[in-house]
């Protein structure tokens, strides 16, 4: 049973027509063969945002203009307890499999395996896919659904590990973790330079000169769609945007969109944005949020120069998210358009939070970026620029919580989720349901009426009980665990244990109860030891069972010295 303080829930508010809809739904599924004339299964459109913070949406608390993903809240549910794993590939490796990502073949970013011999040729770090694991979309087009594929995937380089060997009958991709939004493809990294598009299964050798990213994945998911709808086959369109993962860049038109907005700094933007989320309901005034790191300093203590950078990085960030909002408005709109919108269930998502990390601090980027983009003020987020967030303003992306992406602290790892249902349209509901990416799969084929199968069967739970408002919960009745970089994870209820190992943190389980300490700022380890210990078990039986390998300290990527434990003792 999920145990919720009594402010959190208040903020459940998820409406018994919701429950009938879903009801509905399940019952006209489960009837279909004795029906004279079988009920057509609903559409899917799953939509994943790249490096998005919890509080970068105006649903939930921004300043940032997001009206087309704030109307599908408005028509569906709004999940504010949702958590990913806190980089790209791990995340993304559960949402396609409903697995575990180290039990598939994934414990990491293809980085770590090239970084720690001691885990290569695991089978947890394979980095491709194991032999026999089944994918949302086999598992879908084998029962019937035309699958497609637009955007990001970061999920192995062998063929058989791509997208069009793992389901998706159509698929434009990029193959790498991140690069230009723009036709010029440059890379992230120097050994990723420059990234691969991919069409099908052939490479594609140069994109148009207009090419922007999150345009051109909608305007291929649609494109993708309309064929589909030839046939009658229910779809699976899989859209996973690259924004707002850097480098930061936008369409001319859309760069300037925000300019002067964020000139008052990181503390003024963070804290109306707590103000917004009390007022929405999504935090309570008592609760206690996370503090920003002192290193930071006062804006005011910056030079002239510096702040206006920092602002940039902020006004370019931003455009980039309402340029993405106003993508998903026109795929929206089509499906409105086209009659499709009232049978399909979207789901929309970020994979982890926002990029805090150094970014320049990674591999050989402090000498190759100089050299390879153009740095100047007036060009960033151009083509040709290299800007990313930095960790001022990843702070206020991600909200009430502590840090951002890979760190399994709540920044890292909570992250939005919008679900619109089938036939579900304005009925705003909110839901603080425990609820992870490894959820996502089993909910897509419950809501598909579609079983889990015996074969490579799913770890994680539907929680479509939950969105239909015939239970508040759990969805997971055991802890829910996770690893990365490293760093470990275990939610129970209302608690979460943390494990940081050294140089990061002291190799010690820290304990906190997000009920009223959504920051993780007291630890409560000594306090409820019993709490502790079963956590602790919990996730080493979680580590057994999922091929994880224990590091024993922190592994992560484009770290500060000023983060580090032992350089502070």
């Not at 389901?167 to 939004?181: A, I, M, Q, T, V």
């Not at 993962?245 to 963070?270: N, T």
């Not at 009925?427 to 996502?440: F, P, Q």
């Not at 630890?523 to 590091?551: G, I, K, Q």
Request: glycine fraction near 10%; charged fraction near 25%.
């Amino acid at each position: 049973m999920l145990i919720l303080s009594q402010a959190h829930m208040s903020r459940i508010t998820v409406t018994r027509r919701i429950a009938i809809v879903v009801c509905a739904i399940v019952s006209l599924l489960a009837c279909g063969e004795q029906a004279t004339e079988k009920v057509r299964p609903p559409n899917i459109v799953l939509i994943v945002a790249d490096d998005l913070g919890y509080s970068d949406l105006g649903r939930f608390g921004s300043e940032i203009e997001t009206p087309n993903i704030d109307a599908l809240a408005r028509d569906g549910i709004t999940l504010t307890n949702f958590h990913a794993n806190a980089t790209c590939t791990t995340s993304r490796a559960m949402l396609v499999t409903g697995i575990d990502n180290h039990a598939v073949g994934f414990g990491a970013n293809p980085g770590v395996v090239k970084r720690f011999p001691e885990v290569r040729g695991r089978p947890g770090y394979l980095g491709e896919f194991k032999t026999g694991v089944l994918s949302l979309a086999t598992r879908l087009k084998r029962d019937g659904y035309t699958t497609m594929l637009a955007g990001k995937w970061h999920l192995g380089s062998n063929r058989s590990s791509l997208p069009f060997s793992q389901g998706y009958e159509r698929s434009f991709f990029l193959k790498n973790g991140g690069g230009s939004h723009f036709s010029d493809a440059s890379g992230n990294l120097s050994d990723e330079n420059p990234v691969e598009y991919w069409e099908g299964d052939e490479r594609i050798k140069t994109l148009p000169d207009d090419f922007f990213s999150s345009t051109f994945y909608t305007d291929k998911i649609i494109s993708y769609i309309n064929e589909a709808a030839r046939g009658d086959k229910p779809f699976f369109a899989h859209v996973a945007y690259t924004a707002p993962h850097w480098p930061l860049q936008a369409p001319d038109e859309w760069l300037d969109k925000y300019a002067g907005h964020y000139d008052r700094g990181w503390r003024a933007v963070r804290s109306e944005r707590m103000q917004r989320m009390v007022a929405a309901g999504l935090i309570d005034e008592s609760d206690t949020v996370s503090p920003l790191p002192v290193v930071l300093g006062s804006w005011e203590e910056l030079s002239e120069s510096d702040r206006r950078v920092e602002a940039r990085r902020m006004e370019i960030y931003a455009a980039m998210i309402s340029h993405l909002d106003h993508e998903i408005g026109r795929l929206v709109n089509y499906l409105k358009n086209s009659g499709h919108y009232d049978n399909t269930i979207i789901m929309f998502l970020s994979d982890n939070g926002p990029e805090g990390n150094d970014v320049l601090g990674v591999r050989d980027n402090a000498d190759w970026v100089p050299k390879q983009f153009n740095l100047d003020h007036e060009s960033m987020g151009r083509k040709g620029s290299y800007v990313w967030l930095g960790r001022g303003w990843a702070h206020v992306s991600a909200g009430p919580f502590s840090m951002y992406k890979s760190f399994l602290s709540e920044g890292g790892s909570r992250v939005p989720l919008i679900v619109k249902l089938p036939g579900q349209g304005g009925h705003a509901s909110v839901s603080d349901e425990l609820v992870s990416i490894i959820d996502i799969a089993p909910t897509i084929l419950d809501v598909a009426g579609i079983g889990p199968g015996e074969i490579s069967p799913m770890q994680g739970m539907s929680f479509l009980k939950a969105l239909s408002g015939d239970s508040i919960g759990p969805s997971h009745d055991e802890p829910l665990a996770f690893e990365i970089y490293g760093a470990r994870a275990v939610y129970r209820d209302h608690w979460k244990s943390l494990w940081l190992g050294p140089p990061l943190g002291k190799g010690e389980w820290q304990l906190f109860d997000l009920a009223t300490d959504p920051g993780e700022t007291l630890n409560l380890a000594n306090d409820v030891p019993d709490v502790v210990l079963e956590l602790e078990s919990a996730w080493e039986t979680f580590a057994e069972e999922n091929d994880v390998y224990h590091f024993g300290r922190d592994i992560g990527y484009g770290r500060y010295s000023d983060q580090l434990v032992e350089e502070k003792l």
